[in-house]
């Protein structure tokens, strides 16, 4: 959810693959022994290398924050200048077209790029579903935490940004089939890699959150039982930053763009600690959104999973992640009959329970 400073080195490729490799599982619904035992062996030669891993240096720390924070005040720059948007209906056109909302700080799904473009893999997606299934829309973008109030109070037709089904959302929130299979991990420094193991193990620690995220509600859920702070940050960037100064331990953070992310190069001492929390179960998912019981809106959700249908036959699905997630696993994409998965997790009753 930003976009990429310089290349990174060889060095740092290197460790990308690595991590990637251990974390291919994170991104699936289901494991299979093998895939556990070859990450639990990898894992325990990551903790061994994370062990020397050494603190940034306070110079370092100074220069990471000037190019965050430049990269931030690029952003806020564009949309200075008003939301960015994109829409496939011709000027002259008078039919029906839909208003759907997305993030602006959401790489690689949605985000502005260097030339002050909207784009990312929600943005293209949305643009071939639109070609297939014949639906004229504008899609437009904004901070993510009015988003979703926007669209149950009928201000957006829809939205599309990444949005993960939760019980919460599901009272004003109608979703789509599935388009993406993601998971929430932890990143942290990489000397914590051998001390954390799960969740749990966070009393007393401070945790960096993106405001209005599932990162935020599982946080926010569990902070009382388990003790720990939660701080809330407008976007990855500077929530990523805030753990590389060491202003908070650790950070939720959906899987993709938390690799998206590091390999911008400028967090040299942070890494995936836990690429996907245990029973976070269907929430993993990314779906479209529009309003509970709204004829109108019903046409849309309806069009939107005809044409989902469509580009993941056509091929067009997959072309449109590789082109952001050039190495993202066969087991991110979803299958043309996946179903709209709407029941509570684990996670999502231990965290009501504990409220």
């Given at each position: 959810?930003?976009?990429?400073?310089?290349?990174?080195?060889?060095?740092?490729?290197?460790?990308?693959?690595?991590?990637?490799?251990?974390?291919?599982f994170?991104?699936?619904?289901?494991?299979s022994?093998?895939?556990?035992?070859?990450?639990?062996?990898?894992?325990?030669?990551?903790?061994?290398?994370a062990?020397?891993?050494?603190?940034?240096?306070?110079?370092e720390?100074?220069?990471?924050?000037?190019?965050?924070?430049?990269?931030?005040?690029?952003?806020?720059?564009?949309?200075?200048q008003?939301?960015?948007?994109?829409?496939?209906?011709?000027?002259?056109?008078?039919?029906?077209?839909?208003?759907?909302?997305?993030?602006?700080?959401?790489?690689?799904?949605?985000?502005?790029?260097?030339?002050?473009?909207?784009?990312?893999?929600d943005?293209?997606?949305?643009?071939?579903?639109?070609e297939?299934?014949?639906?004229?829309?504008?899609?437009c973008?904004?901070?993510?935490?009015?988003?979703?109030p926007?669209?149950?109070?009928?201000k957006?037709?829809g939205?599309?940004?990444?949005?993960?089904?939760?019980?919460?959302?599901?009272?004003?929130?109608?979703?789509?089939?599935?388009?993406?299979n993601?998971?929430?991990?932890?990143?942290?420094?990489?000397?914590?890699?051998?001390?954390?193991?799960?969740?749990?193990?966070?009393?007393?620690?401070?945790?960096?959150?993106?405001?209005?995220?599932?990162?935020?509600?599982?946080?926010?859920?569990?902070?009382?039982?388990?003790?720990?702070?939660?701080?809330?940050?407008?976007?990855?960037?500077?929530?990523?930053?805030?753990?590389?100064q060491?202003?908070?331990?650790?950070?939720?953070?959906?899987?993709?763009?938390?690799?998206?992310?590091?390999?911008?190069?400028?967090?040299?001492?942070?890494?995936?600690?836990?690429?996907r929390?245990?029973?976070?179960?269907?929430?993993e998912?990314?779906?479209f959104?529009?309003?509970?019981?709204?004829?109108?809106s019903?046409?849309?959700?309806?069009?939107?999973?005809?044409?989902?249908?469509?580009?993941?036959?056509?091929?067009?699905?997959?072309?449109?992640?590789?082109?952001?997630?050039?190495?993202?696993?066969?087991?991110?994409?979803?299958?043309?009959?996946?179903?709209?998965?709407?029941?509570?997790?684990?996670?999502e009753?231990?965290?009501?329970?504990?409220?």
């Amino acid at each position: 959810m930003g976009k990429k400073a310089s290349s990174p080195s060889t060095t740092y490729y290197n460790w990308r693959s690595q991590l990637c490799s251990a974390a291919l599982f994170c991104l699936g619904l289901a494991l299979s022994p093998h895939a556990l035992a070859a990450t639990a062996a990898t894992a325990a030669t990551d903790a061994t290398n994370a062990s020397a891993a050494t603190e940034p240096s306070a110079s370092e720390k100074e220069q990471v924050a000037a190019k965050v924070m430049a990269r931030q005040e690029a952003m806020q720059q564009v949309l200075a200048q008003g939301s960015k948007c994109v829409s496939n209906a011709p000027d002259d056109y008078n039919g029906k077209v839909w208003q759907i909302g997305t993030d602006n700080a959401f790489a690689p799904f949605a985000f502005i790029d260097a030339q002050g473009e909207l784009k990312g893999i929600d943005v293209d997606l949305l643009a071939k579903i639109a070609e297939n299934a014949g639906f004229k829309y504008r899609m437009c973008s904004q901070d993510f935490a009015p988003l979703l109030p926007a669209v149950a109070a009928g201000k957006l037709d829809g939205a599309m940004a990444g949005i993960s089904y939760t019980v919460p959302r599901a009272q004003t929130l109608e979703f789509s089939k599935r388009y993406y299979n993601s998971a929430v991990a932890v990143v942290a420094a990489k000397s914590e890699q051998s001390q954390l193991q799960s969740i749990q193990q966070v009393m007393g620690k401070t945790v960096a959150v993106k405001a209005g995220t599932l990162g935020e509600d599982i946080a926010n859920g569990l902070k009382e039982a388990r003790q720990f702070t939660v701080k809330s940050y407008p976007n990855s960037m500077a929530s990523m930053l805030a753990v590389f100064q060491g202003e908070a331990d650790f950070l939720l953070e959906d899987y993709p763009v938390a690799v998206y992310e590091l390999t911008s190069g400028l967090y040299s001492n942070l890494m995936i600690v836990i690429p996907r929390l245990p029973n976070v179960g269907n929430s993993e998912s990314y779906h479209f959104v529009v309003a509970k019981d709204n004829k109108e809106s019903q046409q849309l959700l309806q069009a939107f999973n005809e044409g989902l249908e469509k580009v993941i036959v056509n091929g067009d699905y997959k072309a449109v992640v590789a082109k952001y997630l050039p190495e993202a696993p066969a087991s991110v994409f979803v299958s043309g009959n996946a179903p709209v998965e709407v029941k509570a997790t684990a996670a999502e009753k231990e965290a009501a329970a504990v409220q």
